[in-house]
């Protein structure tokens, strides 16, 4: 396996993480609306993820950082190219951070209100597009001799991107209601659970047309064990959650994404965005990546920054272990 | 196409405003991070309630900023890919590290730890929970370097070769990279200039609440730090600008002769003060001089030669071809004098203000007053300012919170702007850096997004900001005074509201 092979996977880490942590907490920002009674109940789910949104946001930021060093021309071509949709993104994300920091600060009730409808949609919106993203990429887009994406907007809007959006977004969701489940105390727990399993319903059935399209299109053997990987757990994550065992559904919820993506990469490889123009014309490992001697320093960067990282995010998931109730949120603003 | 809405324009400009706006929250938040650590530091080991007080206080101010840097931050990781496509693939493979450096190591350490110092009031014991702004601390001034490191490649691209056969520059010491004297200086100028912003900031607000006597006791320690901080980031600011100012004269003659309008070479060369000129004509109509100053400050000495813009042009034309090698002349000029002005205009308010404020033992018996009311500004040995002249100076230290602000921004817009047309010095020029297949609508369509949204939330942050600090620090409370033994919290407390919640 060489370096640049190493990164393909090190980048499918970051991206893995990312969706299994953002995951969960756009989940809980699209709950505020559908699960939350009132603004007690939504706070409840807000806080939930407080400690935490903003590291699991990180992972983005590493994950387009280690594009740009491991493979320029892949970051190049998929921010250009994926222009508007990307934009969309960035403002949802904008938004997003300054709605979770903002929404108590002042009493108003327009105040609040337009910060939670803020935090609805753009935990709702970056869910689909991350789906329509990646399903573009694997799918392959209008990419020239010179790398550069020769498309338009509508070609980004295809039925198999547009369902691994679909995809994303009520998988995140589940996640999210899984999460909450773990997460909070009462009958907000209690309807978590039950709104987990339709959610998890719809997941499913999404989620096995996709996958299945995708393994017909592109899939080989290693592609299909992600699948059946990931189509177990998401079955296992549902029985867990109407077993009660909220842990358990968590964990295999986390292991469906993970599993889901992975399965993405490996059709992807050793392609990084595949041309439907022309196949010489991919972006493959070797042509879009770094010298040896970048891959070599950002292999050891990575290599010991990481597990580093997952100790002390994980350090503050267990500070923050305890269940959340109506009970724990003070009335006073902040 | 009409030149003003060419790509490269319309890019340099979104670029501009996004990053002019992000750096507005930056150095607020590497400074306040590291002075609320040292309030929260003081808290803890002298256990006085008002630095408890104060560090409640400025750390909310703190998170209002952090926010916007936070979301801002995202913006600028993803945008040389969204307009700059052709930079990205010719020089990713250096200009990426350091990107990715920053990303793995800075921000998860920024982003986690200020998660758990903002729930983590009633979740660790107080050590613990300070420990976690001090990582925030070491986290903004690690992504700082990093960032500036990368920067500073741009100002003088060192350590690479071009690849001829991929057409791209290609890293070959990431250590040179790291710590070449640009990147060394501008950190050091960075980080001081962060501290004279935070300091100002802390002045400002303090001066506003002294003027109106209110909050005393923890708006006299606030002033005292701010005073302390804005002295020392500002001299530190002053000297590291010095230093940053030679190795440009060696490392962009261009930059610098274009800061000082000098059109052709001098020895002695003169510091201007003002100066109005002709661009196409390549002279100034009206010039102010200080003879020899700029030989020094470039130098060393007041006798050097010193190049100036029309000898630095052909110089280039020489080496890299024909064109026009010259940055836009009155942008670099007066940007250069804008970031100097300020940066020192709040130097010296600060250092009046030290001496109008001076301890107790400076000062004669009857000027002394209590912990808790509003210092007499004593300018004479004996005498102090009268009401007037009081209330004039809380005024200008209000005021000069805004000065850094400018002082920044215009340091970089100097900058920048400064080394054009290129983009890497001498290496790759700003027209071919552009993504070649980003049209001028989208370009247009998310720089309008970008300023709209910005503009919104600058009103809706600088409101807030208002508010809190308008409200004062805030009464402790039980819960404040009596933080948890145990990480998690302590069980006593388990049904307790959060002592913070979103």
């Known amino acids: 396996m060489e370096l640049h092979d190493v990164w393909f996977v090190l980048i499918a880490v970051l991206w893995i993480g990312y969706f299994f942590l953002e995951g969960f907490d756009f989940g809980i920002g699209v709950l505020t609306r559908l699960l939350a009674r009132d603004r007690a109940e939504k706070r409840v789910l807000i806080n939930t993820i407080g400690p935490v949104w903003d590291g699991n946001e990180v992972w983005l930021l590493s994950a387009g950082g280690a594009t740009f060093a491991a493979f320029p021309d892949w970051y190049a071509t998929l921010f250009s190219g994926f222009y508007l949709p990307l934009l969309l993104i960035l403002v949802c994300l904008i938004v997003r951070g300054v709605a979770f920091e903002y929404r108590a600060k002042r009493p108003e009730e327009s105040w609040q209100r337009n910060w939670e409808s803020a935090i609805f949609w753009s935990s709702l919106i970056p869910a689909f597009l991350w789906g329509v993203a990646f399903g573009n990429i694997v799918r392959g887009v209008k990419i020239d001799r010179d790398m550069e994406y020769v498309g338009n907007l509508w070609d980004l809007l295809n039925p198999y991107a547009i369902l691994g959006g679909l995809v994303t977004l009520t998988l995140f969701t589940f996640h999210g209601a899984v999460f909450a489940a773990l997460k909070t105390l009462g009958d907000i727990r209690e309807r978590a659970r039950q709104l987990a399993l339709r959610l998890g319903v719809v997941t499913a059935v999404l989620a096995l047309v996709f996958l299945g399209w995708t393994q017909a299109d592109k899939g080989d053997s290693t592609s299909l064990a992600a699948m059946i990987v990931a189509v177990v757990a998401l079955v296992a994550a549902i029985g867990a959650n109407q077993a009660g065992r909220e842990g358990w559904a968590f964990a295999l919820s986390g292991i469906t994404i993970v599993a889901a993506v992975a399965m993405l990469f490996l059709t992807l490889f050793p392609n990084v965005m595949p041309s439907s123009l022309n196949d010489e014309w991919s972006l493959t490992v070797t042509s879009a990546s770094s010298s040896p001697y970048t891959l070599k320093i950002m292999t050891w960067c990575a290599v010991i920054a990481t597990p580093v990282v997952v100790i002390y995010q994980a350090w503050t998931y267990w500070v923050f272990r305890k269940r959340i109730g109506t009970q724990h949120i003070a009335e006073a603003v902040h | ?502």
């Open chain 2, 1 to 502: 196409m009409d030149l003003a809405l060419a790509p490269e324009t319309l890019a340099r400009w979104q670029f501009g405003i996004t990053t002019v706006y992000h750096f507005l929250f930056v150095p607020l938040t590497i400074s306040l991070a590291a002075l609320t650590a040292g309030l929260e530091t003081a808290w803890v080991r002298t256990g006085n309630e008002k630095y408890l007080r104060a560090t409640k206080f400025w750390g909310k101010l703190f998170l209002i900023n952090i926010a916007m840097g936070v979301v801002t931050g995202i913006v600028q990781e993803f945008q040389f890919g969204m307009n700059w496509s052709d930079y990205s693939r010719f020089v990713g493979d250096v200009f990426g590290a350091p990107l990715a450096f920053e990303a793995l190591i800075a921000f998860f350490f920024e982003s986690t730890f200020i998660g758990l110092w903002i729930f983590g009031w009633d979740k660790l014991p107080k050590k613990i929970h300070l420990a976690c702004m001090w990582m925030v601390s070491i986290g903004t001034i690690l992504s700082a370097y990093f960032i500036l490191a990368a920067n500073s490649w741009m100002q003088h691209p060192v350590g690479y070769r071009i690849n001829e056969q991929r057409g791209r520059a290609e890293l070959t010491d990431f250590w040179l990279v790291l710590t070449q004297n640009t990147a060394l200086a501008q950190a050091f100028h960075t980080l001081s200039a962060a501290f004279l912003t935070g300091g100002a900031f802390m002045v400002g607000i303090a001066a506003f609440h002294l003027a109106r006597k209110k909050h005393i006791l923890v708006m006299k320690t606030s002033l005292r730090l701010g005073l302390v901080t804005v002295v020392i980031g500002g001299m530190f600011t002053a000297i590291s600008g010095d230093v940053l100012g030679k190795i440009m004269y060696e490392q962009q003659p261009m930059k610098m002769a274009a800061a000082e309008a000098l059109w052709d070479g001098e020895a002695p060369a003169p510091f201007s003060v003002f100066a109005y000129g002709d661009v196409d004509k390549g002279h100034n109509k009206v010039a102010i001089e200080i003879p020899g100053l700029l030989s020094f400050l470039a130098k060393d000495d007041f006798s050097s030669y010193v190049p100036g813009i029309n000898d630095v042009n052909k110089a280039e034309q020489e080496r890299y071809g024909p064109g026009d090698y010259r940055p836009n002349i009155p942008v670099a000029y007066w940007g250069f004098r804008w970031m100097i002005g300020f940066g020192m205009t709040s130097l010296t308010i600060g250092l009046v203000g030290l001496w109008l404020t001076r301890k107790k033992f400076l000062l004669p018996q009857h000027l002394r007053v209590g912990d808790d009311e509003v210092p007499y500004l004593v300018l004479l040995p004996r005498k102090a300012l009268g009401p007037t002249l009081t209330k004039w100076y809380w005024r200008i230290a209000f005021l000069t919170l805004g000065f850094p602000l400018i002082a920044n921004s215009w340091g970089w817009i100097f900058t920048e702007m400064g080394r054009q047309p290129w983009v890497v010095y001498g290496v790759l020029q700003t027209r071919d850096a552009v993504s070649p297949g980003v049209s001028q609508g989208e370009v247009l369509t998310s720089m309008i997004v970008f300023t709209t949204l910005y503009a919104i939330l600058a009103v809706i942050e600088v409101k807030l900001l208002a508010k809190y600090i308008k409200a004062g620090p805030p009464e402790l409370t039980e819960a404040d005074l009596n933080p948890p033994t145990k990480i998690g919290g302590d069980s006593r407390d388990a049904d307790k509201p959060m002592a913070f919640s979103y």
